[in-house]
């Protein structure tokens, strides 16, 4: 089972700040890697698959790069509706596994 | 529009089952795998089960493989989950999820998840 560790756990930032979330593969997953953004009592919504394609309707702040087990998620400047949990997911191989999500928090 | 609507879940004892049930519209449900994710109290996400577009093939994780079956009716755009042998860790927010293309994987929309607590 491939094993993603995301860093930091949280991240304590400001509305317009940049954020860096990291993603760390414990074996190679190509560039089949997904971010999802989860909002408190909601489900979670896909911003980036294969690893840099922004999915449909997720504004331009949000940018996805990273190939083989070293990823990042960058938001350029928060908004206050950009404060969540984020997760990656990988698909290389089964079963697909998730992190354990990056909290960014004001 | 998309929609993916959960249902089916409640409290049940355990070792008893349940199945639940995903609602699909908005789309050709029998061109899409779908897949089924849960999220314990407070905890992350974890895949649960795949299925392909004709029914299979199916993949499960093992923590659920040879309990939960995963199907689909595609005449009534609808996917399922019978769980049996239910266990206090299987409580969870189950989310139904459809695949973004022709593979698996990448989960581009999400129902709003049913509650199953295993509780005696």
């Known amino acids: 089972e491939i094993v993603l560790t995301q860093s930091p756990a949280t991240l304590s930032l400001s509305p317009g700040e940049r954020a860096t979330l990291s993603c760390r593969a414990s074996q190679s997953v190509s560039t089949y890697l997904a971010w999802y953004q989860q909002r408190p009592g909601q489900a979670p919504r896909l911003l980036i698959y294969?690893?840099?394609y922004r999915a449909v309707g997720i504004p331009a702040r949000f940018s996805g790069s990273g190939s083989g087990t070293d990823f990042t998620l960058t938001i350029s400047s928060l908004e206050p509706e950009d404060f969540a949990v984020y997760y990656c997911q990988q698909r290389r191989v089964w079963p697909q596994t998730f992190g354990q999500g990056t909290k960014v928090e004001v | 529009e998309v929609q993916l609507v959960d249902s089916g879940g409640g409290l049940v004892q355990p070792g008893r089952s349940l199945r639940l049930s995903c609602t699909a519209s908005?789309?050709?449900?029998?061109?899409?795998?779908m897949t089924w994710v849960r999220q314990a109290p407070g905890k992350g996400l974890e895949w649960v089960s795949s299925i392909g577009v004709s029914g299979s093939p199916t993949y499960y994780a093992d923590s659920v493989k040879g309990r939960f079956t995963i199907s689909r009716d595609n005449s009534k755009s609808t996917l399922f989950l019978q769980m049996s042998s239910l266990r206090a860790e299987d409580t969870a927010v189950y989310f139904c999820?459809?695949?973004?293309?022709?593979?698996?994987?990448?989960?581009?929309?999400w129902g709003q998840g049913t509650l199953v607590t295993v509780s005696s």
């Open positions: 908005g789309f050709s449900f029998n061109s899409y795998a």
């Open positions: 294969d690893a840099s």
């Open positions: 999820a459809k695949d973004r293309d022709g593979g698996y994987g990448t989960f581009d929309f």
